[in-house]
């Protein structure tokens, strides 16, 4: 049986380690200062607010969308409301590490609020956690010391700024870092973009289309085992192009041969290739190749 604890606010995710903040709205907890471990009674956590976790011991591991993935030395998660995760732990673990918790109340009004969508992270699955270097973890903690110096004095007019500003500091850092990542880091997806090339030019071979429909982004996520956004912010690093793009673009290459088969008609094509509409297809053809079908096949 699944017993969730539920983090709806910054004091919640302090009290389950034994803790107080010291802001109602963001605090810094630093595990090795926490004299207990955590209630084990519960094995899900789910948070309403945001949470960004730096670990810098082994043996500590996250459960997330069912399958288990390592989370270790100088490793950083990212959750966003609405985010569940299960927690297990090697009875030798020893938690080291950093959990930076704010509530989303505490961004209203900021330029962060509007900004936090583009940390299109937050919504990555555990196992695409960021890894960082030596000098980037020196950096990160940098920047949470200066968060914390914030907490630590009395509050004045200028303190939201200063905390909101370095969290913003350092959200762009980690998103400098995971761009850095797409391009070195040896994971165990590493191929992904030649599998889905692969996927897709399986997918629109076969009867998919007309089963199920245009092949979607979210489908081939998952065929790899990725999140969504993960896997479209890989597709645009390593092509230029968002993954709708790359599979629109393959989607008209495979329709160009189609048209200049005189015994299909546009609506036929359109079919095999799962749209539900011949006018969507003739639409998108358009667009992409600056004539309709039927201007295309009468040009050759």
């Known amino acids: 049986m699944e017993n969730v604890y539920h983090i ?49 011991a082994k043996n500590c591991k996250l459960k997330y ?60 699955g555990v196992k695409e956690a960021l890894h960082l270097s030596e000098r980037e973890q020196g950096l990160i903690l940098s920047v949470l010391d200066k968060i914390q110096f914030e907490l630590e004095q009395n509050m004045d007019k200028h303190s939201k700024k200063l905390i909101v500003s370095n969290i913003e500091l350092l959200l762009d850092y980690s998103l400098r870092f995971y761009d850095r990542q797409f391009l070195t880091r040896e994971i165990p997806h590493l191929g992904a973009l030649q599998k889905f090339d692969a996927l897709l030019n399986d997918y629109l071979d076969s009867e998919k289309p007309q089963k199920y429909g245009l092949p979607s982004v979210g489908y081939f996520a998952d065929q790899l085992h990725l999140s969504s956004n ?24 495979v329709a160009k041969s189609k048209v200049f088969d005189p ?38």
């Open 65 to 124: 969308g069912g399958g288990q993935y390592d989370f270790d030395e100088g490793s950083m998660v990212f959750m966003e409301p609405g985010q569940e995760v299960e927690l297990t732990y090697d009875p030798d673990y020893v938690p080291k590490g950093y959990a930076l918790i704010f509530h989303p109340d505490l961004l209203l009004g900021t330029e962060l609020d509007r900004k936090m969508k583009s940390y299109k992270y937050f919504s990555y």
């Open 230 to 253: 993960y896997f479209g912010d890989l597709v645009k690093k390593e092509t230029g192009s968002t993954a709708q793009e790359y599979i629109q673009t393959k989607l008209i290459d």
């Open 263 to 300: 015994n299909k008609s546009v609506s036929e094509i359109a079919y095999e290739l799962g749209f539900k509409y011949p006018q969507h297809f003739s639409r998108l053809f358009k667009q992409q190749v600056g004539y309709s079908p039927k201007e295309f096949r009468s040009l050759n």
């Open 8 to 56: 709806k606010s910054v004091a919640d995710y302090f009290a389950w380690r034994s803790s107080k903040p010291d802001h109602p709205l963001v605090g810094i907890l630093d595990y090795e200062k926490t004299a207990s471990h955590p209630d084990y009674s519960f094995n899900r956590l789910r948070f309403d607010c945001y949470a960004v976790f730096l670990k810098m």
